[in-house]
């Protein structure tokens, strides 16, 4: 498993919190 993956999973999940 890549990093990115995991960051692009952490940013989606702030970007649901913040809308």
């Not at 995991?6 to 809308?19: M, N, P, Q, S, V």
């Amino acid at each position: 498993k890549s990093i990115s993956e995991a960051a692009t999973a952490w940013g989606l999940k702030c970007l649901r919190y913040e809308i």
